[in-house]
């Protein structure tokens, strides 16, 4: 395993080749790229409920058509996993996906308690080439009134920042974000720290975790039928040194 950062503290970003074993990387990629895997279509890569981009939203899209940029595509999902307060949702594949957890475990990522206590969501999603590039929203995948432990009783008093409730009397809920690559293209994953961006090519077997907290986003790719990639989201165990 390569490794380009040995340091878990706010911000952090680490890239590493070959996670799996080369063994289970080929039959996880066969599985899902097979004709029996079941895919389902999601009309827009960003969230337009999210409160912590929405209020950009718009903004963002008439920046990108002024510059040229086409913003925004249509993909093809599959929830494996999804972890909320209440219930654990898990999809028909979910087996098929269970053994990550020991992997993050074994691979000494920090996280604590059984895979099912660490992992809150494993989400694939599958971008087709439409013949050109499109830039993907820029985005975080959790935010406060989703998160598991980042929820507030009255709504109208909820953060509008991480910021503003790590100034508050709760502890703000952290996560880490992983990319798993399944092809090798020319579809990068961008994460944005302070105005720094770290590119991250599409290379099979090739994952970047980071500090949830980081926007991140990509671009589609022009040079394969398809861009899969396993986005992976895991209770973040911070130290209070941390925070």
Same mark, same amino acid.
Request: hydrophobic share 30%.
């Given at each position: 395993?390569?490794?380009?950062?040995?340091?878990?503290?706010?911000?952090?970003?680490?890239? #590493?080749?070959?996670?799996?074993?080369?063994? &289970?990387?080929?039959?996880?990629?066969t599985q899902?790229? /097979?004709? %029996?895997?079941?895919?389902?279509?999601?009309?827009?890569?960003? %969230?337009?409920?999210?409160?912590?981009t929405g209020?950009?939203?718009?903004? +963002?899209?008439?920046?990108?058509?002024?510059?040229?940029?086409?913003?925004? &595509? =249509?993909?093809?999902?599959?929830?494996?996993?999804?972890?909320?307060? !209440?219930?654990?949702?898990?999809?028909? @594949?979910?087996? *098929?996906?269970?053994?990550?957890?020991?992997?993050?475990?074994?691979?000494?990522?920090? #996280?604590?308690?059984?895979?099912?206590?660490?992992?809150?969501?494993?989400?694939?999603?599958?971008?087709? %080439?439409?013949?050109?590039?499109? $830039?993907?929203?820029?985005? &975080?995948?959790?935010?406060?009134?989703?998160?598991?432990?980042?929820? =507030?009783?009255?709504?109208?008093?909820?953060?509008? +920042?991480?910021?503003? @409730?790590?100034? *508050?009397?709760?502890?703000?809920?952290?996560?880490?974000?992983?990319?798993?690559?399944?092809? %090798?293209?020319?579809?990068? &994953?961008?994460?944005?720290?302070?105005?720094?961006?770290?590119?991250?090519? +599409? #290379? $099979? !077997?090739?994952?970047? =975790?980071?500090? /949830?907290?980081?926007?991140?986003? @990509?671009?589609?790719?022009?040079?394969t039928d398809?861009?899969?990639?396993? !986005?992976?989201?895991?209770?973040?165990?911070?130290?209070?040194?941390?925070?």
């Amino acid at each position: 395993m390569d490794m380009y950062d040995n340091e878990y503290s706010n911000g952090f970003v680490k890239i #590493v080749d070959n996670f799996l074993p080369e063994s &289970t990387y080929k039959r996880i990629s066969t599985q899902i790229k /097979g004709h %029996n895997f079941p895919w389902y279509w999601t009309e827009r890569d960003y %969230n337009i409920d999210d409160p912590t981009t929405g209020p950009d939203l718009q903004k +963002s899209l008439k920046e990108a058509e002024d510059e040229g940029i086409k913003r925004g &595509t =249509f993909m093809w999902t599959h929830v494996a996993y999804a972890q909320s307060t !209440n219930r654990v949702e898990q999809s028909e @594949a979910w087996r *098929g996906f269970e053994f990550i957890g020991d992997v993050i475990k074994d691979y000494g990522l920090p #996280v604590v308690g059984d895979p099912r206590e660490f992992i809150l969501k494993i989400k694939l999603n599958c971008y087709p %080439n439409r013949g050109e590039k499109y $830039e993907l929203y820029k985005h &975080t995948d959790f935010y406060d009134d989703l998160s598991p432990e980042f929820r =507030f009783s009255d709504m109208a008093d909820k953060p509008k +920042s991480f910021e503003d @409730a790590a100034a *508050g009397k709760r502890k703000p809920f952290n996560w880490i974000t992983g990319v798993l690559f399944f092809d %090798n293209c020319n579809g990068p &994953t961008y994460v944005e720290k302070d105005g720094d961006i770290t590119v991250c090519e +599409s #290379v $099979e !077997n090739r994952i970047i =975790f980071f500090d /949830g907290k980081l926007k991140h986003w @990509a671009e589609t790719q022009t040079d394969t039928d398809r861009r899969i990639v396993l !986005n992976i989201n895991l209770r973040w165990d911070k130290k209070d040194e941390d925070i």
